[in-house]
């Protein structure tokens, strides 16, 4: 008898996964650490100070970026990767601003004044009550996304488009009601909500920038992980041919109640950070013109790619602003016009586009260092 021989393989090393995740996240990588040294560098290249002048000027320009693309991003969630186009996503957005405002400003506030809950000698009431605030937040998400996905389960297309316009249009509305102005302020909208002193973005106007930086990154990381999860699978499937879902035993209506919510509540989050930056919540939040910006962010970075909205919802807020400095109030019309411009050849957005062409790209530049070696000898 033989003595049977074991082959072993050698296991790979964990640390060649972790260099392959690092070297295909590098750019990400790249930009996200100029984001975090951007106060630092800007201050030091323009000598002034990082909490005060041009760079905090800056860190706020780039605080609405990081909460406008997470808010282009959930837009994403449902038109690229769902297929439902919804001219209604920003009742998502002014209902977590204004469920975050009227409970900090109402509810909030009389706890604070009323409890104290320390740990040690730290008082973390406040921390506790932004907490609550935004757990309200979350919980309406999920009741907006529910009451749209019931209406979706009826309607579709630009049937349901126009629905979803008339659900918004209710929103605000009743943030506009002269009967609620008690609570929402009406026309002027609700201000003054008292924001925690340590998060307040005029007095600590550096910690807000990293905590708005560390949502937009924490919202793509959930995002990403829920597209390529096996439900968002199902979310690409039903977007291609929902009868083929039904028939391979998969409930359409299921799963996009379930688009529905994880946009909601990732809208709504980016809502809440927007009221807490503004302090307050207005009736333009939840107005037609909030939707209509989602939706030219998400077609001017790419539908379908998560990075793409990110990408154009830094180039309406960055970009615009340099507009509005050269232009004045004409700066829509002109960024309008290189809109119509970028729909006709970049038909798929920046991002689509370049996954798209990469390939031929690629190869070109191979053929063109070809012959540029051929030519050196």
């Known amino acids: 008898m033989t003595a049977a021989k074991l082959e072993t393989t050698a296991a790979p090393k964990p640390s060649s996964g972790l260099i392959h995740a690092l070297r295909g996240e590098g ?3 790249v930009i996200l650490l100029v984001f975090i040294l951007f106060p630092f560098l800007f201050a030091w290249f323009t000598g002034t100070s990082v909490i005060e002048g041009p760079s905090k000027f800056w860190q706020g320009q780039l605080i609405v970026f990081f909460i406008m693309a997470v808010y282009a991003l959930s837009y994403d969630l449902l038109i690229g990767y769902t297929g439902i186009l919804s001219f209604g996503h920003a009742a998502f957005f002014g209902g977590g601003a204004y469920a975050i405002s009227l409970f900090l400003k109402y509810v909030g506030a009389k706890i604070s004044a009323s409890y ?3 740990i040690g000698s730290v008082n973390i009431t406040e921390v506790l009550v932004l907490l609550a605030g935004i757990l309200l937040v979350i919980l309406t998400g999920i009741l907006l996304g529910l009451l749209f996905s019931l209406v979706s389960a009826r309607v579709k297309g630009i049937y349901f488009a126009m629905i979803s316009l008339a659900m918004a249009d209710a929103l605000f509305i009743l943030s506009k009601s002269t009967d609620l102005s008690k609570w929402t302020g009406a026309d002027e909208g609700l201000h003054g909500v008292p924001i925690p002193l340590w998060i307040n973005p005029t007095q600590h106007r550096l910690l807000f920038y990293f905590v708005a ?6 919202m793509y990381l959930v995002a990403r992980r829920v597209v390529e999860s096996p439900t968002g699978r199902v979310f690409v499937a039903v977007r291609e041919n929902e009868s083929r879902v039904r028939m391979i035993g998969f409930n359409p209506v299921t799963y996009r109640t379930m688009s529905f919510i994880v946009a909601s509540v990732i809208a709504g989050l980016a809502g809440g950070m927007y009221a807490l930056w503004n302090m307050g919540a207005t009736p333009s939040m939840v107005g037609v013109g909030t939707t209509i910006n989602a939706l030219i962010m998400t077609i001017l970075g790419g539908v379908g790619t998560l990075i793409g909205p ?5 180039i309406m807020q960055i970009v615009g602003q340099f507009f509005y400095q050269w ?8 960024f309008g016009i290189i809109f119509i411009a970028l729909v006709l050849f970049l038909p798929n957005g920046v991002i689509g586009t370049y996954r798209l062409k990469r390939m031929e790209w690629q190869q070109g530049w191979k053929r063109l260092w070809g012959l540029v070696s051929e030519k050196k000898r």
């Open 310 to 314: 990110i990408l154009g919802a830094g």
């Open 213 to 218: 930086l560390a949502f937009c990154v924490l």
């Open 327 to 334: 232009f004045g109030a004409r700066w829509p019309l002109v």
């Open 116 to 118: 104290i809950v320390t």
């Open 27 to 29: 750019v990400a990588i």
